[in-house]
């Protein structure tokens, strides 16, 4: 199975700063996922980005991949206090099954 | 167009029993995925079920068993309750191939 690490482990900015989470994986994949998780609740799907892109864009967020590096980035753009959460990458491969890893828990200051 | 439904939403088990958790998947969807997430970790895959049959599972005993409906609900069983299977219990659902999931919001399992 694959299994995305998340790195940094937790991260805290200001209202309107820029954050950056990142992803590694040790496999090839078909496409990568994030997902954000608020406090004990389910996972939000966020967004997909096959192993032939480099870069997606969806709304304030953007996610880059480096097959050649096997790891991705998350860029939140001006972020809002809603944006604390956790944030998971999911590496897919043709195998069906990917873990997460423990995630990035991002904190955003009013 | 409901999302993913689990029910029930908490529970509070006693070491040694058993439970079922349910889930509903979102219309139009097949295949569905069982998570466990402990506090402070990332979820851990425990099985997918599609076309009614188990088709992947990660490392988890033999106490948790699942099964998947003609309308593709599932459950989620676990057999002799463990203090460590307090969790988190999230069900995803995904189109066939498709491996976006949507998730549930999760049962929280209590063991005691």
């Known amino acids: 199975s694959q299994q995305g690490e998340e790195d940094p482990q937790a991260l805290s900015i200001q209202e309107g700063e820029n954050a950056t989470m990142n992803c590694s994986y040790k496999?090839?994949?078909?496409?990568l996922q994030w997902y954000r998780q608020n406090s004990g609740r389910g996972l939000v799907h966020l967004i997909l980005?096959?192993?032939?892109?480099r870069e997606k864009h969806s709304g304030r967020l953007r996610v880059t991949l480096d097959t050649s590096k096997k790891s991705s980035s998350l860029l939140i753009t001006a972020s809002r206090a809603a944006d604390t959460a956790s944030y998971f990458c999911a590496p897919w491969a043709n195998a069906g099954k990917s873990t997460f890893g423990d995630g990035t828990t991002l904190t955003v200051k009013p | 167009d409901a999302g993913v439904t689990q029910s029930p939403t908490h529970l509070i088990k006693t070491r040694g029993q058993q439970v079922t958790l349910r889930c509903s998947p979102k219309?139009?969807?097949?295949?569905v995925s069982w998570y466990q997430q402990a506090l402070g970790q990332g979820p851990q895959f425990i099985f997918q079920?599609?076309?009614?049959?188990?088709?992947q599972r990660g490392n988890f005993p033999d106490r948790f068993s699942g099964h998947q409906f003609p309308n593709y609900s599932s459950e989620l069983n676990v057999n002799a309750l463990l203090l460590g299977d307090s969790a988190l219990y999230l069900c995803?659902?995904?189109?066939?191939?498709?491996?976006?999931?949507?998730f549930g919001p999760g049962t929280r399992l209590t063991v005691t």
């Open positions: 995803a659902s995904s189109p066939a191939r498709v491996r976006e999931q949507y």
């Open positions: 496999t090839s994949i078909n496409n």
């Open positions: 079920y599609y076309e009614e049959e188990e088709r």
């Open positions: 219309s139009g969807h097949d295949t």
């Open positions: 980005i096959r192993s032939n892109e």
